[in-house]
Nanobody, 127 residues
């Protein structure tokens, strides 16, 4: 059974930084692409970033490009989301996600493409 546990959320002032972590267990972590999503109150879950199995490929939603960085440490079975220059509109619950299948490159950008989800971590950016 795949388990994903996020940490690192919190309250930060606009312009600040946070680093989210997602610890995975239950299967060979390095065989699977990973993704980060977020969901703000009253909105649908939104794709944020994805990273390939070894970490050589990454992709981001336009609104976070240049501010967020997704990375992974396969020795630690952990994926990270470094968030800089945070804005109030980044306020949301952030989720890491893993697909059932092993994609050769990047993971899907649709939430329906993921089968395993963490419990989420709240990020609040104050103006």
């Amino acid at each position: 059974q795949v388990q994903l546990v996020e940490s690192g959320g919190g309250l930060v002032q606009a312009g600040g930084s946070l680093r989210l972590s997602c610890a995975a267990s239950g299967r060979t972590f390095s065989s699977y692409a990973m993704g980060w999503f977020r969901q703000a109150p009253g909105k649908e879950r939104e794709f944020v970033a994805t990273i390939s199995r070894i970490g050589g490929l990454t992709e981001y939603v336009d609104s976070v490009k240049g501010r967020f960085t997704i990375s992974r440490d396969n020795d630690k079975n952990t994926v990270y989301l470094q968030m800089n220059s945070l804005k109030p509109e980044d306020t949301a619950v952030y989720y890491c996600a893993a697909p059932l299948r092993s994609y050769y490159g990047l993971g899907p950008k649709l939430a329906s493409g993921y089968d395993y989800w963490g419990q989420g971590t709240q990020v609040t950016v104050a103006s």
